[in-house]
């Protein structure tokens, strides 16, 4: 058994919520031990205007408050993505509220934004360096009298600092959010968010990418009209999914019935269903990032295959450890070796057929 496989076991041992934090702090202190990946051409991808190293990055909820941004990159990933941050701090709901089902490699969480809020991400961003790319995931306060307003109230802030963001209106956690991935309501919001995009670049010179962060929980219906949505505005891309409230497949019943987002393993097939069908709605120009259920190189080769051009994970480290991204971007190189690939983008859209053809 590895030092990173004992240290994995003894987190198991303590609440998931402790868990997380302990592994914040281990990052923190350089306690968990840098990569060394040797750059691979192939995985390069300019998407959004935006030069990344690697197609693989770690997904918005884990660093919430942007205290380990550069150390996650330095495990392998091409880029981060902090928050979710909304304009005030908030606790989120009661504790506890993290479970993890482990016989599916899943977690099940109702954080409901938890965070320190705008000022404090900020000042640590601001020490960041630029070479680092990072994205900000901004969202709207529970008690918010008007959630849109804290969307742009995001844009201005962190619009410095960010190399991207993304507006997320898909987490279960936030009683009525997903209700802005209504046709009109989304329409308010992207008018919104990008006329405060363009007022920043106007002030900047520099145009930073927005992406929207969408539920796997939709209808086709519910597909067509945020595609056409999204098709209608200046947005940068999708990002496709977030949590779901199915619980379908789960063999560990423990805690299945608990309230909140199950992520993980059991979310692999839904969310890259939902992507590819997103993929056939938008068409090949609009970047698409691939999250949900990423635990190895084909799985991630796979999001790629059903039409995405860059992929986050989160849930799948916290059974395999902080050795997977270097993992997973390895394996994807291998991948390049066995099918002769000039880029990992060759296979990009390549089964989209298979995925999206299937029922959500």
């Not at 504790?95 to 599916?104: N, S």
């Not at 329409?187 to 670049?201: G, I, K, P």
């Not at 900047?204 to 969408?214: A, C, E």
């Not at 394996?331 to 296979?347: K, Q, Y």
Request: include cysteine; charged fraction near 25%.
């Amino acid at each position: 058994m590895t030092l990173a496989d004992l240290a994995r076991k003894g987190l198991f041992l303590f609440d998931p919520e402790a868990a997380h934090g302990l592994s914040i702090a281990a990052l923190k202190s350089g306690l968990v031990r840098s990569c060394s990946l040797r750059p691979d051409p192939r995985l390069h991808q300019t998407i959004a205007g935006l030069s990344f190293a690697n197609p693989l990055g770690m997904a918005a909820g884990y660093d919430k408050n942007a205290e380990v941004p550069e150390a996650l990159i330095r495990l392998g990933f091409g880029f981060a993505e902090i928050g979710t941050v909304t304009p005030k701090p908030q606790s989120g709901n009661p504790k506890p509220r993290i479970f993890r089902l482990t016989a599916d490699e899943a977690v099940i969480n109702r954080l409901g934004f938890n965070n320190e809020g705008h000022a404090a991400a900020l000042q640590r961003l601001r020490n960041c360096s630029r070479q680092s790319l990072i994205g900000v995931n901004i969202g709207a306060n529970k008690d918010s009298e008007d959630r849109i307003a804290d969307y742009v109230a995001g844009i201005r802030a962190f619009y410095d600092v960010a190399h991207y963001f993304t507006a997320n209106i898909s987490s279960p956690n936030t009683p009525g959010l997903r209700d802005l991935q209504a046709r009109e309501s989304l329409a308010a919001l992207l008018s919104a968010v990008l006329s405060a995009r363009s007022e920043q670049a106007a002030r900047t010179g520099r145009h930073v990418p927005v992406f929207l962060k969408i539920a796997p929980d939709l209808t086709e219906e519910g597909l067509d009209d945020i595609a056409d949505v999204a098709l209608a505005h200046d947005l940068d891309g999708l990002i496709v999914s977030n949590t779901t409230l199915s619980r379908d497949g789960l063999t560990d019943r423990t805690h299945a019935a608990e309230a909140g987002g199950l992520s993980g393993k059991p979310l692999f097939e839904k969310s890259t269903i939902v992507l590819a069908k997103m993929r056939r709605r938008v068409g090949e120009a609009l970047p698409i990032i691939g999250v949900g259920g990423v635990s190895s190189a084909e799985t991630a080769a796979e999001k790629i295959r059903a039409g995405a051009d860059l992929v986050q994970l989160y849930s799948c480290m916290v059974y395999a450890g902080p050795g997977l991204p270097a993992s997973i971007v390895r394996g994807l190189s291998e991948l390049c070796d066995r099918e002769r690939l000039a880029s990992i983008r060759d296979i990009r859209g390549s089964r989209n057929g298979y995925w999206a053809d299937r029922k959500i």
